[in-house]
Structures are given as structure tokens and as C-alpha cells.
């Protein structure tokens, strides 16, 4: 994790294939580890996605949540 | 996009949940408000009646006045519980995890969730106010607050990251938090309030500022 708090997994462009492979291994891999992807779609929306979205700015990962 | 859904998946473990919408929000409310009649109401009323026909059963009678404070206080205390800090503080890395929150959050929930541990978030049904291990409901009119108990499955996570994700949830889909996360409470807003930190309770007045 860097210094703002976030941990930056894969970087990729809408150009770069193999940068947008990598990209969809990692995504892949913390899915496995059971990580749930989310968009951020402007202030107060979030969209899951299961396939990493080529055109997204930003995809974050979390945690799955449960009933206390 | 593809690959997207409005769902959020945790609600596979919990399939025979009605979703936790706003009629079922308000019916909710309603059962919890009967509910604290039917255990308060016949503790007053026997007091009042033992007075009535014999004023040496005052002891008794206080004994049930009691009652009938001490048990509603129970339930907002298990309420507003849920939302009290808890689990590791994990003091090093909290500074850090602020980052991922604060860029989750606009600048005056920001200072807000600093200064009570609460993440306030608009919603549908109303506003919410997140925290480590649970989440407040504040509904249209400001009156009634529901307490959800609500986490991540890695309770071990710095409590900024923990309100983080659970934001990142509810922004998924707020009606599937709802259903997924525990009901613990529903009642008036000052019976929740009492019974929170003091530190946490400006949150909840900020929650029903913003309903307003």
C-alpha cells in the first residue's frame, strides 16, 4: 500500500493490449482470492463489475461484506 | 460496461432475505414501535396500578417503572452498538487507510467521519452513517433511525479501510447492503442517540441536518 492508502495492482490504456492482459490476470487473481470489483460511477455510485472494463478509469477492489 | 451488475453478489449467502426496501423499512418500524409499547406500556400500567390499590406496593411499583426504562434502553444501547468502534485499532496503518476513505468521501464527510468515526452517505431510502462494524439508517423526516450490524469478512483491516469498503457496497447497491447487513434496531432518533458515543453523536445530528 503506498502512502495515500491505495495499493495500485495493474495499470492499463485503452490502446495497450498487453498492459489490458496483465491487467485482466491480475483482476482475475484477486477475484480468486475473492476481491469483488467496483466502478466508481460518480459521487455516492458504484457499479460491480465481474469482468475487468477496459474503459474504466478506475476499478477498485474490496472486500466482501457479511451481516455482523 | 461490461460484465456489470446493480447486485451486490453477497446476496447469494443470504437468498431468503425479502429485500430490505423501504416499505419494509417502514413496516419495520412500525413492529419495533409496537414492540416497545407492548414491553413498556403494561410495566406503567402496573405500576400505576399497584399505587392505586395499595401505596405500600411503591417499592414494587418503582421496581416496574424500572422495567419499563430499563428495557427499551437495552435495545437502542444493542442499536447504537452497532456502530461503536471495535475489532483491532491497527494504529500504523489507519493514517493510510484515511487516504482510500478520504478519496471515497467529499470534503465535509471527510472532517465528519474524522471527528465521529461516521461516513455519511445519501441514499434512496435515506441517510446513512457508516462505521467499522455497522451502519446507521436515518429515514426521510429524520424521526426514525434503523441500526444495521454490518462488516467485512476481514474484520482485521484498519477501520478506515473496513468503512471503506462497506461504502463501496452500499454505492453498489443500497437496498442489497440493507438486506445483507443485520437489523438490530429500529426507533426514534433520541433513543439512538443516548445510547452513542459522544463523540459520534454530532454524525447523527449532521444525518438529520442533511435529511432536512
Known amino acids: 500500500m503506498d502512502g495515500t492508502g491505495h495499493t495500485t495492482l495493474a495499470e492499463w490504456s485503452v490502446e495497450d493490449d498487453a498492459a489490458f492482459e496483465a491487467a485482466v ?4 487473481g484477486q477475484q480468486e482470492l475473492g476481491y469483488i470489483g467496483t466502478v466508481p460511477d460518480g459521487p455516492g455510485k458504484a457499479t460491480h463489475v465481474r469482468a475487468l472494463p ?15 | 460496461m461490461q460484465g456489470a451488475s ?9 437468498p431468503w432475505r425479502e429485500p430490505t426496501d423501504a ?27 399497584m399505587v392505586w390499590l395499595d401505596p405500600l406496593a411503591t417499592p414494587v411499583a418503582l421496581a416496574a417503572l424500572a422495567h419499563a426504562w430499563i428495557i427499551p434502553e ?5 442499536g447504537a452498538s452497532t456502530v461503536r468502534p471495535k475489532g483491532p485499532r491497527n494504529e500504523a496503518a489507519e493514517p493510510v487507510a484515511q487516504g482510500l476513505l478520504g478519496d471515497l468521501l467529499g470534503h465535509e464527510e471527510r472532517d465528519l467521519q474524522r471527528d465521529t468515526g461516521l461516513a455519511l452517505e445519501r441514499g434512496s431510502l435515506g441517510i ?21 450490524c454490518v462488516g467485512t469478512t476481514e474484520p482485521e483491516l484498519p477501520p478506515s479501510d473496513r468503512i471503506a469498503h462497506l461504502l463501496l457496497a452500499l ?10 447487513a443485520n437489523h438490530a434496531f429500529a426507533g426514534a432518533h433520541w433513543r439512538v442517540r443516548r445510547r452513542l458515543p459522544k463523540a459520534m453523536r454530532p454524525a447523527l445530528e449532521a444525518a438529520r441536518s442533511a435529511d432536512g
Open chain 1, 25 to 28: 490476470r491480475e483482476f482475475a
Open chain 2, 171 to 180: 454505492r453498489q447497491d443500497e437496498v442489497g447492503f440493507a438486506t445483507v
Open chain 2, 74 to 78: 437495552l435495545y437502542a444501547f444493542r
Open chain 2, 6 to 14: 446493480s447486485t451486490l453478489p453477497e446476496l447469494a449467502s443470504v
Open chain 2, 128 to 148: 446513512w452513517l457508516v462505521g467499522e462494524g455497522g451502519a446507521l439508517l436515518v429515514i426521510p423526516g429524520g424521526r426514525r433511525v434503523h441500526c444495521f
Open chain 2, 23 to 49: 416499505a419494509w423499512l417502514r413496516r419495520w418500524g412500525r413492529v419495533w414501535h409496537a414492540w416497545t409499547l407492548l414491553y413498556t406500556v403494561p410495566f406503567l400500567a402496573a405500576a400505576v396500578g
Open chain 1, 54 to 68: 477496459r474503459d474504466a478509469d478506475m476499478v477498485i477492489l474490496r472486500r466482501p461484506i457479511a451481516g455482523g
